[in-house]
Every structure is written in structure tokens, then in C-alpha cells.
């Protein structure tokens, strides 16, 4: 942990979104300054951190006077937790949306962001990696073993050839995307490429294991 600067005086507006004022008193500068850039990327974090912790009042701790910590508040049952009392995927998922927001021209990798996180949340992850995308020119290299995140890009790729996706995308399209099953064997891991039509079908078939079980459970 950085030790604190004894004359830190960051500049706090009045109105500062949560998590920039949060990062701001974090800074440990005194000329914190942000151009119209950097407030786009905090009203981006500041939505989303906002949709994902909505039952939580959310307030900054103090320590030693010169740097916070995040304190949330249950709404519902009056208690008081950290983020790490939240399980692994909240603490972590912070992190990630600062590199998916703020990241540009670049390539970003991520293992399994699914991790401890709830179906809908992962499936939110898949819509702010397709903005990233269009709008920061960045390609995602994702290890992962959740149906949820390839359900949600075959829907919005059926969505955008139907013409049925929502304004908030530009585009997403199957030639956008490229999956790639890993199977060990006995002579090494070998790679299939699934391929995906512009209806959001799979084209190939795919190895057991993924997609079987739930029709297998269904019927």
C-alpha cells in the first residue's frame, strides 16, 4: 500500500460521481486534473458500478486522513461490508471495467471474467466488451468457461441481423467474433474453431461437454 503524502489536498468538485472522487483522494497529487476524456471514462465506470451495486448506500472511509476506502450498506438489511465481503467476482470485477473503459487501440486479455460472478452480470461484461470495441478500438482475447458469455453474443448477433438490436451498439457481427475450443489429447491440445452464422447459430458442432448438457436436461 502507497504511503500517504502528509500535504495531500486533492481536488474534490462538490458533485464528483462516486468512484471519481473515490480515485481522485487516491491519486496522492495535489493537481489532479481530467480532461473530457477522463470524465467520459468515470461516467461510464460510475453507471456501471452503480447498476451493479444498486441495493448498497455507498460512501467513502476515511484513513489517516489522506486515503479512502470504499464502505457499502446493505439498504435491506442495514449492515455495513467492504468489497471483499462481497465474494471474489464483485472485487474483482473493478479492476476489469477500468481496463475495458479506459484501454484504447489495444488488445485485453482476460481469464474466465466469469468467475463468482452472477449469470446476468456476466452477461452484462459481454455488452461493455462489444462497446469497447466499437468505440476504443480494443480486441478482447477471453479465456472462459461460461455459456452465459457466448449466449449473449449469439443474441445480439441475431439481433443485428433481424434489425432488432439495441441503439446503444453499432454493430455486432458473427464475422467479429472468432471462438475457439481447446481439447487436450493424447497428442497435445488441439484447437476447432466454432463457427457461428449471422442468425447466432453454432455452424459447427461442439465437442461434449458445453451446449449437450442443457438440451440433454430439458428433455
Known amino acids: 500500500m502507497p504511503v500517504p503524502l502528509v500535504n495531500f489536498s486533492p481536488k474534490v468538485e462538490k458533485s464528483m460521481p462516486f468512484l471519481k472522487e473515490f480515485i481522485t483522494r487516491n491519486q496522492y497529487q495535489s493537481n489532479a486534473e481530467y480532461n473530457e476524456e477522463d470524465n467520459n471514462f468515470f461516467e461510464k465506470l460510475d453507471k456501471k458500478f452503480e447498476s451493479i451495486f444498486n441495493r448498497f ?29 462481497m465474494g471474489l467476482g464483485i472485487s474483482q470485477i473493478l479492476p476489469l471495467l477500468i481496463s475495458t473503459f479506459n484501454s484504447k487501440d489495444t488488445t485485453l486479455y482476460f481469464e474466465q471474467p466469469e468467475l463468482h460472478l452472477h449469470p446476468a452480470l456476466q452477461m452484462e461484461l459481454v455488452d461493455d466488451f462489444v462497446k469497447s470495441y466499437h468505440e476504443n478500438n480494443n480486441n478482447f482475447v477471453i479465456e472462459t468457461h461460461s455459456e452465459h458469455l457466448i449466449l449473449r453474443l449469439r443474441r445480439r448477433i441475431r439481433q443485428y441481423t433481424e434489425d432488432e438490436l439495441p441503439e446503444e451498439f453499432k454493430s455486432v457481427k458473427a464475422s467479429d467474433i472468432s471462438i475457439v475450443y481447446l481439447e487436450p489429447s493424447e497428442n497435445g491440445v488441439k484447437a476447432k474453431r466454432i463457427h457461428i452464422d449471422e442468425d447466432g447459430e453454432f455452424r459447427d458442432r461442439w465437442p461434449q461437454g458445453f451446449f449437450v448438457e442443457r438440451r440433454e436436461e430439458l428433455l
Open 57 to 85: 448506500e455507498k460512501k467513502l472511509g476515511f484513513k489517516q486522513r489522506y486515503y479512502s476506502r470504499l464502505i457499502f450498506t446493505d439498504i435491506n438489511k442495514n449492515t455495513k461490508v467492504t468489497p471483499r465481503d
